[in-house]
């Protein structure tokens, strides 16, 4: 069965600062995607960013990153200049069943930005 | 609001009542989830749509449980003789291939509470 593990329940950052969160998971799957999703306290999770496990080259959307190491099974993200509206749950998640790539999440870390 | 909505976005509700949640994902998502979140832990797969045709049941969608997604646009996630472990919050979300990837969007769930 796919897993995912968010070892860090909680991490706090300095404003500005740079901080990273920790995900590893494990799957079958011979091709999958690899999501970090952002929950702030509204609930509504958003996408921070996505990763095709195919691709060596790791993704980058303006401040946030990935440290995507397959053979390890890990899917780290990198926030650099930490914002007050960083602040929220991250889970990470990869995808199962190629077709209808449902989402399999960790269980979150939750993440404070201090001013 | 273009997003995917969710209603009621709270329900409180007696054991052994039945209660019914809608969602409307964005238009031209063909895909549909729902997800369930209880407190602390990440969304779990309930169940899926292409269209309106129910793909996928997760084994956590009891027989109490039942979805629609009649004429493939708004869905249904409906909960006879509801327990108190039914608390949870309720996600929906709707998905978009982006370069390979299918991408969910999330709406902002339904809170459930079963007294």
């Known amino acids: 069965a796919q897993t995912v593990t968010q070892s860090q329940p909680e991490m706090s950052v300095q404003e500005a600062e740079t901080v990273t969160l920790s995900c590893t998971y494990d799957t079958s799957e011979s091709d999958y995607y690899l999501f970090w999703y952002k929950q702030p306290p509204s609930r509504q999770m958003i996408l921070v960013i996505r990763?095709?496990?195919?691709?060596?080259q790791n993704a980058t959307e303006n401040r946030f990153s990935v440290n995507f190491q397959k053979a390890a099974k890990s899917f780290s993200l990198k926030i650099s200049d930490s914002q007050l509206g960083d602040a929220a749950m991250y889970f990470c998640a990869t995808t199962i069943n190629q077709g209808a790539q449902k989402l399999v999440f960790g269980q979150g870390t939750r993440l404070t930005i201090n001013p | 609001d273009t997003g995917v909505s969710q209603n009621p976005r709270h329900k409180i509700t007696k054991r052994g009542q039945n209660v019914t949640f809608r969602c409307d994902p964005i238009s031209e998502h063909n895909r549909l989830y729902w997800y369930r979140q209880t407190l602390g832990q990440g969304p779990e797969f309930l169940t899926y749509?292409?269209?309106?045709?129910?793909?996928?049941k997760s084994r956590l969608l009891s027989d109490r449980f039942s979805a629609e997604r009649p004429k493939g646009s708004f869905s249904t996630l409906e909960i006879q003789r509801t327990e108190q472990g039914d608390s949870a919050m309720y996600l929906c979300?709707?998905?978009?291939?982006?370069?390979?990837?299918?991408?969910?969007?999330f709406g902002q769930g339904t809170r459930l509470t079963v007294v």
């Open positions: 979300a709707s998905s978009l291939v982006f370069g390979g990837a299918r991408v969910a969007f």
């Open positions: 749509f292409q269209n309106e045709a129910q793909l996928e």
């Open positions: 990763q095709e496990a195919y691709k060596q």
